[in-house]
């Protein structure tokens, strides 16, 4: 069974300030893959980023970075410094190796203000 | 860029109507998938084909069926409309395999009156 949990429902931040999403999630697995997707007030999602089980690495993108961690099953993510372009939904996902199925949390709605 | 083109933004249909949600895709992906979106309850799988005139039951398929007649199209049909399937429904396509990122359309908000 796959599940992902993202148990803040809404943050609001006043621009300029960090904010982290947290994504927690549970597979029985051990080659799975967790994605990232930012759904703006157009609607159209947006992929963000993809990583795979066998991978720890924490990556940084401009002011995009994630932490993933096997030992807690958590892949968070953190906007540095947010901007109010960065208001919209955020949604992880999970999908296993053999399966066409992509399992999304239930979406962290970010507020940034100016 | 890959375009997933839905057919309507809006859709506004009476109980007991039979509805067409259509959805193209221009990168000629295998993989193609039905998601509904509700607060809340974020992305649920309806459908999803790996291939033309293939077909999968997501996690919420009742009330649901889909065609996919060419590589390209992947339809959503709602054989009796009801109230409870008022959502925004998301089509997406993919290159084989569950890793691949998924690329979405604009989305259809449905509303069952």
């Known amino acids: 069974a796959q599940k992902v949990t993202q148990a803040q429902t809404e943050i609001s931040v006043v621009e300029k300030e960090d904010v982290t999403l947290d994504c927690v999630y549970e597979?029985?697995?051990?080659?799975?893959?967790l994605f990232w997707y930012k759904q703006p007030p157009s609607g159209e999602l947006v992929f963000l980023i993809r990583?795979?089980?066998?991978?720890?690495q924490n990556e940084i993108s401009g002011r995009y970075s994630w932490n993933f961690q096997k030992s807690t099953s958590s892949f968070n993510f953190t906007i540095t410094a947010s901007q109010v372009v960065d208001s919209a939904v955020y949604f992880c996902a999970l999908s296993e190796s053999n399966d066409y199925k992509l399992s999304f949390g239930a979406g962290t709605t970010v507020t940034v203000r100016a | 860029d890959v375009k997933v083109t839905q057919s309507s933004r809006y859709l506004v249909k009476r109980t007991g109507e039979k509805v067409f949600l259509e959805c193209v895709q221009d990168?000629?992906?295998?993989?193609m998938f039905w998601y509904r979106q509700d607060p809340g309850l974020g992305l649920r799988l309806i459908y999803f084909?790996?291939?033309?005139?293939?077909?999968e039951k997501g996690d919420i398929p009742e009330g649901y069926s889909v065609s996919r007649e060419k590589k390209e199209r992947f339809s959503l049909i709602l054989e009796s409309a009801s109230t409870n399937q008022t959502s925004m429904y998301l089509c997406?396509?993919?290159?084989?395999?569950?890793?691949?990122?998924?690329?979405f359309g604009n989305g259809t908000r449905l509303t069952v009156t």
């Open positions: 084909s790996y291939d033309v005139k293939m077909k």
């Open positions: 990168m000629d992906h295998e993989n």
């Open positions: 997406a396509s993919s290159f084989t395999g569950g890793h691949s990122p998924l690329h």
């Open positions: 990583r795979n089980s066998f991978d720890e």
């Open positions: 597979t029985r697995d051990t080659t799975y893959y």
